[in-house]
T-cell receptor, first 115, second 113 residues
């Protein structure tokens, strides 16, 4: 158990809908990272927040947005969902905000299925 | 274009044998390289993290090497166990103003009894 929690575990929704995925980092960690893992694309970095501020952006679509709240939990909002958005969404946390040598601890993931 | 390529795509070995996984990258400017182990349906777990100045790093039966000149890394698994069956993912960090992570597609390892 990494100490990172993600809810819900599974989510099934229809195309065009909007969903929110939630992540609680390990106690004391200030950074939260979001990743998408689909069968045909592997893991992709979406976005990184540090202490409430956006730090880095990866291949995140404009239909997706994220935020980190004062209690350091984070939410990833996915809107106008398409079939291709079906994937595992992972959240990870680390103590600091740099891309240096600090480990990232991954949560168990949220499996999103868009029908 | 920043890319991370891993080989082989999949590998089957017998329990107790050693194996080596490869990672080649065309990423610049390079910050660090990480190897992760990912069990099916679970989040990745970090095995090693190396900067360009490090050649070798070990974590138990896992040893990663890095040649920053040739932009190649390898992950060597010694005396494999059934629990080593997983996907192994190489990730390179790019630093350019801000930073991002470039993931390889992974090597799927299966260890047979």
């Amino acid at each position: 158990d990494s100490g990172v929690t993600q809810t819900p575990k599974h989510l099934i929704t229809a195309t065009g809908q909007r969903v929110t995925l939630r992540c609680s980092p390990r106690s004391g960690d200030l950074s939260v990272y979001w990743y998408q893992q689909s069968l045909d694309q592997g893991l992709q970095f979406l976005i990184h927040y540090y202490n409430g501020e956006e730090r880095a952006k990866g291949n995140i679509l404009e239909r997706f947005s994220a935020q980190q709240f004062p209690d350091l939990h984070s939410e990833l909002n996915l809107s106008s969902l398409e079939l291709g958005d079906s994937a595992l969404y992972f959240c990870a946390s680390s103590p600091t905000g740099t891309s240096g040598m600090h480990e990232q601890y991954f949560g168990p993931g949220t499996r999103l299925t868009v029908t | 274009k920043n890319q991370v390529e891993q080989s082989p795509q999949s590998l089957i070995i017998l329990e107790g044998k050693n194996c080596t996984l490869q990672c080649n990258y065309t990423v610049s400017p390079f910050s660090n390289l990480r190897w992760y182990k990912q069990d099916t349906g679970r989040g990745p777990v970090s095995l090693t993290i190396m900067t360009f100045s490090e050649n070798t790093k070990s974590n138990g039966r896992y040893t990663a090497t890095l040649d920053a000149d040739t932009k190649q890394s390898s992950l060597h698994i010694t005396a494999s166990q059934l629990s080593d069956s997983a996907s192994y993912i190489c990730v390179v960090s790019v630093v350019s103003g801000t930073y991002k992570y470039i993931f390889g597609t992974g090597t799927r390892l299966k260890v047979l009894a």
